[in-house]
């Protein structure tokens, strides 16, 4: 059982024992992590905020004009009822078409239509719900999303297994997992893959891609029985020349049996419309009857849970998807500037004098990057840098640490770097 949960779980028995009892096993498991929700809320009156996975200006989020002024434009029939469990069928369609006309290289038979969710991490628990048994194995890389563990291993019993996706010197490398599939032995995996990666920003390029599509076919091949979880919260903020279509549509063009592809996307970070909670979840099969049964039980875990998603944030995503194109070239005006705070990020980090402080891994897109710094305690130095620098980042591990360029102005991302190489002076004293 986590710490955490036992402090609570202790906290209770002392202050009401009898509904210390009352707790379902799931209850007593249960508590609220010390990760990025909570690093964040103690960064909130620091200067420079580079903590949480948003995209803001100096005085504002970073939105759509489209989007923000969309509600004037619905009919009260497109905020007020409920929506179907689903989702709203135009808006699966839209967002299909989307998905279709990003990958080229999928097709329409191959997958199902998309199903709505309330947002990303909504889909990774019907994932759960729907095909996770405790003592399962979910294979995930050691620089992940620290929600993966609530998710599945505190709220189902699975069993989490890491491998390396950074060689010694902070470059991206496929080997650790290659090796990790060539050598698993059990009859059913979960393999979660997430780029660009949350924390480090990192997207594969083509030939890496076809490394980890021909390594997961073997898997395959050999007669373990495959789910491989595609996370695309960040799909489209690519900064250099990578694999720019999904994993999801390299690998439902594998047309294996024993291999089922599973793609969660959404608006919330493509569309910078974070409190909206429109995402979805879309399966990579062929056979008609399959997608009936698995929209089918994906309906009834929503009807079981919250029912449905909110009408009014699908109603607002299916107007500016109707509206395209108005609305990509907003968003196109946001991607560009994430662009420009990435560039700057790339020429500050690798600047040879902050060598003694940290090593860079490799980043590409998304909104973050992670460093490691050599010498200091990342939550020593979080907390330093809160205090002295009024600057906020997160601490990842015993190692590591991520910052958000996302939420730092341009001319402001090498005041924030070189702050934290004096911080980190200041403790390796």
């Not at 803001?56 to 009822?81: C, R």
């Not at 505190?154 to 902070?170: K, L, M, P, V, W």
């Not at 789910?227 to 690998?251: C, H, K, N, P, R």
């Not at 107007?319 to 196109?332: C, G, R, S």
Request: charged share 20%; aromatic share 10%; with cysteine.
């Amino acid at each position: 059982m986590n710490p955490l949960a036992l402090d609570l779980n202790e906290q209770l028995s002392k202050s009401n024992p009898e509904i210390a009892d009352m707790l379902s096993d799931l209850g007593k498991l249960m508590y609220y992590p010390k990760g990025i929700l909570s690093q964040s809320a103690e960064a909130k009156s620091t200067k420079y905020n580079a903590t949480i996975g948003m995209a803001t200006y100096k005085n504002s989020k970073m939105y759509a004009d489209t989007l923000n002024g969309v509600f004037s434009n619905l009919d009260p029939d497109e905020i007020f009822p409920y929506a179907p469990p689903q989702g709203i069928e135009p808006l699966r369609d839209l967002w299909q078409q989307k998905m279709l006309k990003e990958n080229p290289d999928l097709n329409v038979a191959d997958m199902t239509r998309p199903i709505v969710t309330n947002a990303l991490t909504h889909g990774l628990s019907i994932v759960a719900d729907m095909f996770i048994d405790s003592g399962d194995t979910i294979l995930l890389p050691t620089h992940n999303w620290g929600n993966y563990k609530l998710v599945y291993s505190t709220r189902h019993s699975a069993d989490i297994e890491t491998y390396d996706i950074f060689d010694d010197a902070g470059h991206f490398t496929t080997e650790n997992l290659v090796a990790t599939l060539e050598n698993y032995t059990k009859d059913k995996v979960v393999l979660i893959l997430n780029y660009p990666n949350n924390p480090t920003g990192y997207t594969p390029t083509t030939d890496e891609v076809k490394t980890i599509v021909s390594a997961i076919k073997s898997l395959a091949e050999r007669g373990t029985n495959v789910i491989a979880l595609i996370d695309d919260a960040y799909y489209g903020l690519f900064y250099e020349d990578v694999y720019t279509q999904s994993l999801f549509t390299a690998l439902t063009n594998l047309h294996l049996d024993n291999l089922l592809p599973i793609r969660l996307d959404g608006a919330t970070k493509e569309f910078f419309a974070w409190g909206l909670r429109v995402g979805f979840i879309s399966f990579g099969v062929s056979n008609e009857t399959t997608k009936q049964v698995l929209e089918a039980k994906v309906k009834g875990l929503i009807r079981s849970n919250i029912s449905s998603g909110p009408m009014p944030s699908q109603s607002a995503v299916k107007y500016v998807l109707e509206h395209a194109d108005t609305f990509e070239k907003e968003i196109q005006k946001n991607i560009d500037t994430l662009q420009a705070r990435y560039e700057v990020t790339k020429a500050v980090v690798y600047d040879t004098r902050y060598a003694p402080y940290w090593k860079a891994y490799d980043f590409n897109s998304g909104y973050f990057m992670a460093l490691k710094v050599h010498g200091v305690d990342p939550e020593q130095l979080r907390l330093h840098l809160i205090n002295e620098y009024s600057i906020g980042i997160i601490a990842l591990n015993d190692t590591d640490i991520r910052i958000a360029f996302s939420c730092v102005e341009k001319d402001d991302i090498p005041h924030v770097f070189d702050s934290i190489a004096k911080a980190i002076a200041d403790l390796q004293k």
